[in-house]
């Protein structure tokens, strides 16, 4: 399913979509709902394939609370370069209630600071 958002989806500037190999907040912002929902659930289906019932996914949350949260993520310019992946796996310990807001804080601050550093 991420392949398939991957090639299907449009991008401005490729080079600035990406965190690494990874694709990132740009990339998520410039993408269709649809685009952003088929990506959620490709996550959970995958999870669910391999696990059963996956620790990756906040229990009683459903694709769209995922999206929702991860768009209130990457609406804030500081977030866009963060890969996709690390802000799904950042909302599902949100979700879930793991943190508190001092330490979603921290989380955030270190996910940005390892995004400006990773290559």
């Not at 991420?2 to 500037?13: E, N």
């Not at 996956?54 to 991860?70: L, M, N, Q």
Request: hydrophobic share 40%; proline share 3%; with cysteine.
């Amino acid at each position: 399913m991420f392949c398939f958002a991957v090639l299907c989806h449009g991008q401005a500037d490729p080079n600035r979509e990406f965190t690494g190999e990874l694709p990132n907040g740009r990339f998520w912002n410039s993408s269709t709902e649809l685009e952003r929902l088929a990506y959620v659930a490709g996550i959970r289906d995958a999870f669910l394939l391999t696990d059963g019932q996956p620790e990756w996914w906040a229990k009683g949350f459903t694709i769209g609370d995922y999206v929702k949260d991860i768009n209130k993520l990457f609406a804030e310019g500081e977030n866009v370069n963060i890969p996709m992946m690390w802000a799904f796996r950042y909302c599902t310990n949100k979700l879930k209630g793991e943190m508190s807001k001092d330490a979603q804080e921290r989380a955030l601050t270190n996910l940005r600071l390892m995004a400006r550093d990773w290559k």
